[in-house]
C-alpha cells in the first residue's frame, strides 16, 4: 500500500446477494439511526444490485442516460454524480462513525486505500489519485497499469455517521458504463477484475479480500 492506514477500525459485517436499490436504502437509513444511537457498531454491508443508475446532487443533465436503455435513474443523497449499479458489481456500504478528528472526506481517503490494499492482493495493482485544482474531482480507484476506474465511491456524513460507500467493478456487464457520463467524466474508461486479469478470482473470493481489507471479516 503505498499510503499507510495508521489506525485500526474494525467493522462488523453483513453480507447479502442481490437487493432493490429503494429497499437497500430503507435499510441503509435504519442501519444509520442504530449508529447514531450507538446501538450498533460500525459495519460494512456487501452486497449487489439489479440496474440502476444513480446520481448525485451535481449530476448534469447531459450526463444522464438514454431512457431507452430501459434502467432506472435514481436521485441520492450521496456525494458524487452519476454511477451504475449491477449484478457483478460489489457494493459496500460503509455506517461508521467518524472519530472526533476527521471528517467524510478523510474516511473517504481511507476506503480508498483500503480498496487499494484489496486491489493488489487479487493481483490488479491500483491507485487513489489527488484531484488537479479546477479538475473534476478524482474520488475513486484506478488501475495502475491500465488507467481504467475499477471503483467509485459516493458517501456523505449526518450526525457523525457516514453512509453509502464504494461500488468495486468485479465480473459483470460493462457496457451500462458506456450510455451514460460516470462520474461527472466523458473519457473516463470503467473496468473489472474480470476485465484486468487473465484467471480472475471467483466473486466469493473477492469478498473475502474486501472484507478483510476493511478488518470486516466473515463472521464478525
Known amino acids: 500500500m503505498s499510503e499507510r492506514i495508521v489506525r485500526a477500525?474494525?467493522?462488523?459485517?453483513?453480507?447479502d446477494d442481490l437487493v432493490d436499490y429503494e429497499k437497500a436504502m430503507e435499510r441503509m437509513t435504519e442501519l444509520v439511526g442504530a449508529r447514531q444511537r450507538d446501538d450498533q457498531p460500525d459495519i460494512l454491508w456487501l452486497l449487489s444490485h439489479p440496474q440502476v443508475f444513480t446520481i448525485g446532487k451535481r449530476t448534469a443533465a447531459e450526463h444522464?442516460?438514454?431512457?431507452?436503455?430501459?434502467i432506472p435513474v435514481i436521485p441520492t443523497g450521496r456525494?458524487?454524480?452519476?454511477?451504475?449499479?449491477?449484478?457483478?458489481?460489489?457494493?459496500?456500504?460503509?455506517?461508521?462513525?467518524?472519530r472526533a478528528d476527521e471528517g467524510v472526506v478523510d474516511y473517504v481517503r481511507e476506503v480508498e486505500l483500503r480498496l487499494v490494499a484489496a486491489l493488489d492482493?487479487?493481483?490488479?495493482?491500483?491507485?487513489?489519485?489527488?484531484?488537479?485544482?479546477?479538475?473534476e474531482l478524482l474520488t475513486g480507484v484506478w488501475t495502475r497499469e491500465t488507467g481504467r476506474k475499477i471503483a467509485?465511491?459516493?458517501m456523505r456524513a449526518s450526525r457523525g455517521v457516514t453512509s453509502h460507500g464504494f461500488a468495486l467493478n468485479v465480473d459483470g456487464d460493462l457496457d451500462p458504463w458506456h450510455y451514460a457520463v460516470p462520474c461527472g467524466m466523458p473519457d473516463v474508461d470503467m473496468t473489472s477484475v474480470a476485465r484486468e486479469l487473465a484467471e480472475p478470482p471467483a466473486p466469493e473470493q473477492v469478498r473475502a479480500v474486501v472484507s478483510r481489507a476493511f478488518e470486516a471479516p466473515a463472521g464478525s
Open 9 to 15: 477500525r474494525p467493522l462488523a459485517l453483513i453480507q
Open 79 to 98: 456525494g458524487g454524480q452519476l454511477t451504475y449499479h449491477g449484478p457483478g458489481q460489489l457494493v459496500g456500504y460503509l455506517i461508521v462513525k467518524l
Open 121 to 135: 492482493e487479487l493481483g490488479v495493482p491500483a491507485e487513489r489519485r489527488e484531484t488537479p485544482p479546477g479538475s
Open 64 to 70: 444522464l442516460p438514454d431512457a431507452s436503455h430501459g
Open 152 to 154: 467509485s465511491i459516493g
